[in-house]
């Protein structure tokens, strides 16, 4: 197309959409290893910072390896150290925390603090993130693409589609696709110990509701908000196959909380689903690359932030090579996210989740988490977690 036909247009060399941990973990590796691309970068975010992000906020230490590779302490943003996750059926099961030799399990961050706090790095670094623009159509074209937005019309030789788990740019690329969506409901609460078998400084994953028929569990985190303790509660289903479970998502919820003295009804609840890893789908088209949970999370748990700090660096590559070589095919972007230790945990969660939640006996849930737990420890350390400390030693 001539330069006249998109002269309306705003012209930049890639165009990020999407401010979340996906897009800024792009542009943090651009910077990183093709500075000269910053400048010629735009990242279009449809909220403004510090915006809602419906999440439970746990980082699984592959996410503080990514941000550590980046110069990026988590630490800076306000956090709750997790002593404890436990696994259970019906309150009994295993503990674990995920670094074996660390101090605490995992960390929980808000949201709304933490890619407030990214998108502030990516700023000082130079990048421009052009805020309450939203993307509303894509058109790809031999010489690039342009981006609608209710803010004007953009155009990019690149773009990487950052926009969550109802992305825009991912219809570009899979136009007519079975979706692939977990659903979650969560809630914010005031601890509630005096009521809670609960632990307060513990995380817990209760698998209770898989005999519903929910491919998922329900969860209770300690988090800090405005500098107070609060509880992150929640359900998730994986929705990893077709079967519809016997109790409503918010009925088990209602449950879950009645077993812990409180009433849902009483707190505002809220819905937001995730698309997961499914290695048969497309995660690229020419000029154009999906990262985060437009590209697909985890199955199994619905784990997304560190995989979406780990996508950024894989598109960040990506683009660096196309730039150099003038080809925005991005042919080899699936494989090599398939090949990569993260690809390989993602398949392998999709993988476990199809399998463990198809096991809906009481009975046999009861015995993984009370009597096998041992077993299950191993797996997940072994095949599903430590990712990024594995892509790291292959690095040296
Ligand atoms: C209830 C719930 C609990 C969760 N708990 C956890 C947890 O404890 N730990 C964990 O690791 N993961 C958790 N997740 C998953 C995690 O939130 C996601 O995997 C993660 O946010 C993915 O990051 P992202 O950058 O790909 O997308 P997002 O964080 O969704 O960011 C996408 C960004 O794109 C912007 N955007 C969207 N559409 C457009 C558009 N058309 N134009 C411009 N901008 C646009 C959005 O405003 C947003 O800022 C949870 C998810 C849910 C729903």
Redesign the pocket.
Known sequence: MSADTHSDSQEYDIII?????????TALHLAQIAPKLVSRTLI????R?P?H????????PD?EVILKQLGLDITEVPHYDVDWAHFDYDGQGMTMRVEKKGQFAFR?IR?HEF?AWLADKARTLGFLIQEN????RVAVDGSGVTLE?DQGTYRARVVVG????????RRAVVPHENTHV?R???VVTEPKPEASSHIQADSYFDFIVVPQGIRGYV?D?PSIEKGKPVR?R?V?DSNVNDVKPDIALRDALSEEFRRHGLDLGQYKL?????RWFDAKAAFSAPRLLL?????G??AL????????LG?GGFAARAIKAAFEREDFTFQDYKATLLHSEMGRALRRRTWFAKFFYGFRSARLQSLFWRRLGWAIEWVVRTFLIEWARRQEKQKV
């Open positions: 959409v999407g401010a979340g941990p996906a897009g800024i973990s279009l975010e449809k909220s910072h915006r992000k419906l999440c439970g906020g746990g980082v699984l996410g929980t949201r890619d623009t939203e993307v509303k937005t950052a926009d969550g788990s109802n992305s825009v740019i977990a979650l409901l969560e969860w985190f992150v929640g998730y809220e819905g937001h689903p995730i990262v985060g949970d437009a590209a999370a985890d748990y619905g784990e997304g932030i560190s995989l979406a996508y």
